[in-house]
């Protein structure tokens, strides 16, 4: 079962505007990550929040993390075409790793 | 970090045959796990790769079915037996130091099953 809800499914924007993307869980975590996979290729991991932390940044990657409302959200500024690719949450749910549904995001030039 | 290596990349299988994808890390790791992502979906554990004995299953994933091996430290194999349809789909082996830490992710094998 997935321990990640995200939202929206999918996400279309032009190239240059923010784009936000969700995700919700389940239960307490030690961390949440977040990770890119282009088109059916393996997964770049983006950022690791730790659950004592509430903001981290990387780049133009924001990641927020609301414990208390069990969510996450990725904020990715100034889009790039080279940012199209679908985006998973993921966390430690027992000894494993666990991912979210997944966002495909599209960036249209 | 690490860099991790899968072979084939693809494949195209007949039914009933078997297939064994290869993972290579560069640099010893202490855990090693396997995923299927099916088409348009997200990730689901298979196993653990547990070096020097028996791979640790998820619910609804099995030894006979899925075989795996790991001799080292850097290398373990997925064998995916008498394939059917239902098991087309891209195999990704991925790696970490703790559980707790990033996972760095090999790119995949995808299979398509007849």
């Known amino acids: ?109 | 970090s690490a860099v991790i290596s899968q072979k084939p990349s693809r494949d195209i299988c007949q039914r009933g045959t078997s297939l064994t994808i290869q993972c290579q890390v560069d640099s010893q790791v202490t855990m090693m796990f396997w995923y299927r992502q099916q088409p348009g979906q997200s990730l689901t554990l298979i196993a653990t790769a547990n070096q020097g004995s028996e791979a640790t299953y998820e619910s609804g994933f099995v030894i006979d079915k899925f075989p795996i091996s790991r001799p080292n430290l850097t290398f373990s194999t997925l064998t995916v037996s008498n394939m059917s349809p239902e098991d087309s789909s891209i195999y990704l082996c991925s790696a970490a130091g703790t559980l707790y830490n990033e996972q760095f992710f090999g790119p995949g094998t995808r299979l398509t099953v007849l």
């Open chain 1, 1 to 109: 079962s997935q321990q990640g809800e995200e939202d929206p499914q999918a996400l279309s924007i032009q190239e240059g505007e923010n784009a936000t993307m969700n995700c919700s869980y389940k239960t307490s975590i030690n961390n949440l990550q977040w990770y890119r996979q282009n088109s059916g290729r393996g997964l770049v991991h983006l950022i690791l929040i730790r659950s004592n932390e509430r903001e981290k940044h990387s780049g133009r990657l924001r990641v927020t993390l609301d414990t208390s409302k069990k969510s996450s959200s990725l904020l990715i500024t100034a889009s790039r075409a080279a940012d199209t690719a679908s985006y998973f949450c993921a966390t430690v749910l027992g000894e494993k790793l666990t991912f979210g549904t997944g966002t495909r995001l599209t960036i249209i030039p």
